[in-house]
């Protein structure tokens, strides 16, 4: 059986919860093994604690989740670049400014992840969703290299990526897009599935103008 990890965060910026975390706690995905793991929004911590939770689970795969307010669709991260550059503290007052995530690392790393296959059943499944090329300079993108960067140098079997997703309805935020929890959830384990059962990706366009 697969062993997939699946990450979300902790609430940041004053948000009493974080639909990273609340939609991945409703994640079934039946055949497959999931373990669960609550990363803290902060700078270093939240990579010492994903480096914790693939030693103790040696997961076959790894998604971590994290939230992009006001983004309307589930969005499967591509890239992955060598920066903190924060434009609000972190949940430790941290604020690093263009500072490398790891020092003499790649300026980037693609993700191991199927992102367009991930996209396609997201769709099929009656969900927005699409290819994003940038996951930001805040602590999901600091997640999302560091977990690149432990693959690319010690856990080369690994396969591993990053997925955006909104607001959920229950947080009710005015004027910004949602989706209801159990929608997000059944996004997530739509592209867990389809993470877990697609080795290529599927050759079609995911590009973006800008």
């Known amino acids: 059986m697969t062993t997939v990890l699946l990450t979300g965060f902790e609430p940041f910026a004053g948000d009493a919860t974080n639909p990273s975390w609340d939609a991945v706690q409703l994640v079934d995905v039946p055949g497959v093994d999931l373990v669960k793991q609550l990363l803290p929004c902060a700078f270093g911590a939240s990579v010492t604690v994903l480096r914790q939770a693939v030693e103790l689970h040696d997961p076959d795969l790894v998604i971590a989740v994290g939230l992009a307010g006001g983004n309307e669709a589930i969005t499967p991260e591509r890239v992955a670049i060598n920066l903190d550059d924060a434009r609000i503290p972190d949940n430790n007052g941290r604020s690093p400014v263009d500072e490398p995530i790891v020092d003499g690392g790649p300026a980037a790393y693609f993700t191991r992840l199927p992102v ?24 999901c993108n600091h997640v999302f290299y560091g977990l690149m960067h432990l693959i690319a140098t010690e856990r080369p079997s690994l396969r591993g990526g990053f997925v955006h997703v909104p607001y959920s309805t229950e947080m009710a935020v005015p004027d910004r897009p949602a989706l209801p929890l159990p929608a997000i959830a059944a996004g997530l384990a739509a592209f867990t599935r389809a993470c877990v059962e697609t080795s290529v990706d ?3 366009t995911g590009g973006a103008l800008h």
């Open 116 to 139: 367009k296959a991930g996209v396609t059943a997201l769709q099929a499944a009656g969900l927005p969703a699409a290819v994003s090329h940038s996951a930001g300079t805040f602590v």
């Open 202 to 204: 599927l050759h079609v």
